[in-house]
């Protein structure tokens, strides 16, 4: 019997398949680059995130324990090292030491739902305590300091899920006192060294912020500086004397500054500046509360100096690499630091620095199975928007091929208000080692690069920051790295948004896309966002669009309502208790791909949130999307 039309149909589209499956894979043959195991780049980290005790007896850090990270603990020069937990089911993620040295509190979220409480464990005898045992709210440390020696401060959205409070809050015996209510605007706290909350950063009316101050704990906050939509500012702490406050202030100026304002004048003082890029990190002393040394990072993260005492110590770890080191804990005599240490083709190391002796003890690897594997290296480049303006990037080219005509990923950076930065990306080296060149482009609106770049995003969802992302790949191309016909786009969050709307909106430019969480319809996002973003309601319409003043940008907006457009094969990853964007935003989009004949592959992980927590789950999403992205684009596959 003759073949029908759609058989006639099917079957071409299996031989063309075919024909570039094997067209690819000869591209492929031609790196040399041993594979990297996925479960190497993904899995657990062998051991990560080490601290330091108080009173630097005791290193403690990450590793696995059946299965999932959990709270290890060792004596400093020992070998006595044992786990703390046993957490079984998304691990921990976080630690800190309580400021007696006998207890290590972490958050603990169940299934991705965003409620973290504050769990402590007994160093000498592992037992555990939910600090928090209330229902459906959410606890975060705001600060453990030395100079209090029985408590520390945290806030909470215990009185209303949308506002959170502070408290002081004691690990051995429990006892919670609130210290400041939120009178509704308040969207972080500002103690002194005794623990007195004497400032607080409101949200205003209009969707900036506003610093407020007040003399002690029963006077009434007022205002000290206020941030318009388009200023970059925030407070970082009073300085030693309790008489002026450190700030990062772009009032005035394009790029965002350190300084020092007095309570009492207003008077401010600039500290440390530069001529292209934001402020970055600022490294205050926990106990003295001097600012020590600022980072900025342009093209990766460098430190200035301010406080003169430091020279010889920065000195010192600047021999461990010509990668980035940060100083990641200390003790509370200052005689010990952690210092974390990383490079783009180095995973995170970890070292106890002794200041006397100026000396730097390696400790651990978090993935010691990769210092043999051929990394490849991430070089910062400056791309060209269609209007001019200039979008930082990078770009990441597979070792082991010729750096032409290769299938290329832009991989894009979630928030939209983060950035990207240059250093070690498992995921990078996954995709720069399958064959792929990685483009990971700072587009308008990401933070960082002046008040001038971050506003040039407002209302630009879909539009400008979109079109940035499409000139990045015009570049590639220009520059002959990427071949226009093997293009895709990859990212998480806004990140995976971004795959949605390229999809729709610059059809052309990708062959295809792997949306990670991301929204697909401006006007159900926005009415479903977590109950504790309300204070950032206003800042968000600002930047988005307002769903009542901007329907009909919305809507232009939206992929869910232009899926007519799409014509890419789509992976489309959720996890299903996710409390930033839910499960709908992703079902929706799938069932309307579907109806209208759009090839989609969707993947539900019924016991993750906001990302993929779990590593059997990101084994099993990369397994996927390594064999997508290859079916596609003509990467390398792991057998």
Same mark, same amino acid.
């Given at each position: 019997?003759?073949?029908?039309?759609?058989?006639?149909?099917?079957?071409?589209?299996?031989?063309?398949?075919i024909t570039l499956m094997v067209l690819f894979s000869g591209c492929a043959q031609e790196?040399?680059?041993?594979?990297?195991?996925?479960?190497?780049?993904?899995?657990?980290?062998?051991?990560?995130?080490?601290?330091?005790?108080?009173?630097?007896?005791?290193?403690?850090?990450?590793?696995?324990?059946?299965?999932?990270?959990?709270?290890?603990?060792?004596?400093?020069?020992?070998?006595?090292?044992?786990?703390?937990?046993?957490?079984?089911?998304?691990?921990?993620?976080?630690?800190?030491?309580?400021?007696?040295?006998?207890?290590?509190?972490?958050?603990?979220?169940?299934?991705?739902?965003?409620?973290?409480?504050?769990?402590?464990?007994?160093?000498?005898?592992?037992?555990?305590?939910?600090?928090?045992?209330?229902?459906?709210?959410?606890?975060?440390?705001?600060?453990?300091?030395?100079?209090?020696?029985?408590?520390?401060?945290?806030?909470?959205?215990?009185?209303?899920?949308?506002?959170?409070?502070?408290?002081?809050?004691?690990?051995?015996?429990?006892?919670?006192?609130?210290?400041?209510? !939120?009178?509704? /605007?308040?969207?972080?706290?500002?103690?002194?060294?005794? @623990? +007195?909350? %004497?400032?607080? *950063?409101?949200?205003?009316?209009?969707?900036?912020?506003?610093?407020?101050?007040?003399?002690?704990?029963?006077?009434?906050?007022?205002?000290?500086?206020?941030?318009?939509?388009?200023?970059?500012?925030?407070?970082?702490?009073?300085?030693?004397?309790?008489?002026?406050?450190?700030?990062?202030d772009s009032r005035g100026a394009d790029l965002v500054r350190l300084k020092v304002i007095?309570?009492?004048?207003?008077?401010?003082?600039?500290?440390?500046?530069?001529?292209?890029?934001?402020?970055?990190?600022?490294?205050?002393?926990?106990?003295?509360?001097?600012?020590?040394?600022?980072?900025?990072?342009?093209?990766? !993260?460098?430190? /200035?100096?301010?406080?003169?005492?430091?020279?010889?110590? @920065? +000195?010192? %770890?600047?021999? *461990?690499?010509?990668?980035?080191?940060?100083?990641?804990?200390?003790?509370?005599?200052?005689?010990?630091?952690?210092?974390?240490?990383?490079?783009?083709?180095?995973?995170?190391?970890?070292?106890?620095?002794?200041?006397?002796?100026?000396?730097?003890?390696?400790?651990?690897?978090?993935?010691?199975?990769?210092?043999?594997?051929?990394?490849?290296?991430?070089?910062?480049?400056?791309?060209?928007?269609?209007?001019?303006?200039?979008?930082?990037?990078?770009?990441?080219?597979?070792?082991?091929?010729?750096?032409?005509?290769?299938?290329?990923?832009?991989?894009?950076?979630?928030?939209?208000?983060?950035?990207?930065?240059?250093?070690?990306?498992?995921?990078?080296?996954?995709?720069?080692?399958?064959?792929?060149?990685? *483009?990971?482009?700072?587009?308008?609106?990401?933070?960082?690069?002046?008040?001038?770049?971050?506003?040039?995003?407002?209302?630009?969802?879909?539009?400008?920051?979109?079109?940035?992302?499409?000139?990045?790949?015009?570049?590639?191309?220009?520059?002959?790295?990427?071949?226009?016909?093997?293009?895709?786009?990859?990212?998480?969050?806004?990140?995976?948004?971004?795959?949605?709307?390229?999809?729709?909106?610059?059809?052309?430019?990708?062959?295809?896309?792997?949306?990670?969480?991301?929204?697909?319809?401006?006007?159900?996002?926005?009415?479903?966002?977590?109950?504790?973003?309300?204070?950032?309601?206003?800042?968000?319409?600002?930047?988005?669009?307002?769903?009542?003043?901007?329907?009909?940008?919305?809507?232009?907006?939206?992929?869910?309502?232009?899926?007519?457009?799409?014509?890419?094969?789509?992976?489309?990853?959720?996890?299903?208790?996710?409390?930033?964007?839910?499960?709908?935003?992703?079902?929706?989009?799938?069932?309307?791909?579907?109806?209208?004949?759009?090839?989609?592959?969707?993947?539900?992980?019924?016991?993750?949130?906001?990302?993929?927590?779990?590593?059997?789950?990101?084994?099993?999403?990369?397994?996927?999307?390594?064999?997508?992205?290859?079916?596609?684009?003509?990467?390398?596959?792991?057998?």
């Open positions: 019997m003759a073949p029908t039309l759609s058989r006639l149909s099917r079957f071409h589209r299996l031989m063309l398949t790196q040399s680059t041993p594979l990297i195991p996925k479960a190497e780049l993904f899995g657990n980290p062998v051991k990560t995130q080490a601290r330091i005790s108080p009173d630097a007896r005791y290193i403690s850090y990450l590793a696995p324990n059946n299965g999932v990270l959990n709270v290890w603990v060792r004596t400093i020069g020992g070998d006595d090292d044992r786990p703390l937990t046993t957490d079984v089911g998304r691990g921990i993620h976080q630690h800190y030491w309580g400021p007696d040295s006998k207890h290590i509190i972490f958050p603990q979220d169940v299934d991705g739902r965003g409620n973290d409480h504050l769990i402590v464990v007994n160093i000498e005898d592992g037992s555990t305590r939910d600090l928090t045992p209330f229902p459906n709210i959410r606890a975060s440390i705001i600060v453990v300091g030395p100079n209090i020696s029985d408590v520390i401060m945290i806030q909470m959205n215990k009185r209303i899920p949308q506002l959170f409070d502070a408290y002081t809050l004691n690990p051995t015996t429990g006892e919670l006192k609130l210290v400041a209510e !939120n009178p509704g /605007t308040v969207a972080g706290w500002i103690q002194n060294a005794e @623990f +007195e909350v %004497l400032g607080a *950063l409101a949200a205003t009316a209009d969707g900036g912020f506003q610093l407020q101050v007040r003399d002690n704990p029963q006077a009434e906050f007022r205002p000290l500086v206020t941030w318009g939509t388009d200023d970059g500012g925030r407070a970082y702490g009073f300085t030693p004397d309790g008489k002026g406050i450190y700030i990062a007095d309570i009492a004048t207003k008077e401010q003082t600039v500290l440390a500046a530069h001529s292209e890029v934001d402020l970055g990190e600022v490294m205050i002393n926990p106990r003295t509360h001097r600012v020590e040394a600022v980072a900025f990072n342009k093209d990766r !993260n460098r430190w /200035t100096i301010l406080d003169s005492s430091l020279v010889s110590d @920065f +000195e010192s %770890l600047r021999t *461990l690499g010509d990668g980035q080191f940060m100083v990641a804990g200390r003790d509370d005599a200052d005689e010990y630091w952690m210092v974390a240490y990383s490079a783009d083709v180095t995973p995170i190391e970890y070292y106890l620095y002794e200041r006397k002796t100026q000396t730097a003890t390696f400790l651990f690897s978090g993935q010691p199975s990769l210092k043999n594997a051929e990394l490849a290296s991430m070089q910062y480049v400056e791309i060209k928007a269609r209007d001019g303006l200039h979008l930082p990037a990078f770009l990441t080219l597979p070792p082991g091929v010729p750096a032409k005509n290769l299938p290329l990923i832009v991989n894009v950076h979630g928030g939209p208000w983060t950035r990207d930065s240059w250093g070690f990306r498992s995921d990078v080296q996954w995709m720069a080692n399958r064959g792929y060149a990685v *483009l990971q482009i700072n587009y308008r609106g990401s933070v960082g690069f002046g008040n001038h770049f971050m506003s040039a995003g407002n209302k630009e969802w879909g539009g400008k920051m979109q079109l940035d992302l499409a000139d990045g790949v015009a570049w590639a191309v220009n520059e002959g790295y990427a071949d226009p016909n093997r293009v895709g786009i990859f990212g998480m969050s806004f990140g995976g948004y971004a795959v949605l709307a390229g999809a729709a909106y610059t059809p052309d430019v990708y062959a295809c896309g792997v949306d990670m969480m991301g929204p697909s319809n401006l006007f159900t996002f926005y009415r479903s966002i977590p109950s504790y973003w309300t204070p950032f309601l206003k800042i968000l319409t600002q930047r988005m669009g307002d769903p009542v003043a901007d329907s009909a940008l919305l809507v232009e907006r939206s992929p869910y309502f232009s899926v007519d457009k799409i014509k890419i094969p789509l992976l489309i990853v959720q996890g299903a208790n996710d409390p930033r964007v839910k499960r709908a935003e992703s079902d929706q989009m799938v069932d309307t791909l579907k109806a209208n004949g759009r090839e989609v592959e969707y993947v539900v992980y019924e016991n993750e949130g906001h990302g993929l927590a779990r590593p059997e789950n990101r084994t099993d999403f990369y397994k996927r999307a390594e064999k997508f992205l290859a079916e596609h684009l003509g990467g390398r596959v792991e057998k």
